[in-house]
């Protein structure tokens, strides 16, 4: 199983970004997929989740920021960022998480690097 994580960078506050993930090895389709973050010296935080029904929660710190979304024929799961902040910087992580007769498998992608300075 393997997610692999792209579009992370460096912009400016008010910009915008789209981070992508790529999905392989699983049926994605039926996994809730999500992003994580975690900013330097903070734990990591639940930004946004998608389930394989398509209903969506973020947190409330990225709210009417962040959207997510998913295209099932290409195992990919996107967060598209607008009006980043400073405080949105963190390192970004793809994860996948499905439940087959009461066990979990959950899988994690490596990260990628979102920093938002002028």
């Known amino acids: 199983v393997q997610l692999e994580e792209s579009g992370g960078g460096l912009v400016q506050p008010g910009g915008s970004l789209r981070v992508s993930c790529a999905a392989s090895g699983i049926i994605f389709s039926m996994y809730t997929v999500g992003w994580y973050r975690q900013a330097s010296g903070k734990e990591r935080e639940l930004v946004a989740q998608i389930s394989r029904y398509r209903s969506t929660n973020y947190a409330d710190s990225v709210k009417g920021r962040f959207t997510i979304s998913r295209d099932n024929a290409k195992s990919t799961v996107y967060l598209q960022m607008n009006s980043l902040k400073p405080e949105d910087t963190a390192v970004y992580s793809c994860?996948?998480?499905?439940?087959?007769?009461?066990?979990?498998?959950?899988?994690w992608g490596q990260g990628t690097q979102v920093t938002v300075s002028s």
């Open positions: 994860n996948a998480v499905n439940w087959i007769a009461d066990k979990e498998y959950e899988y």
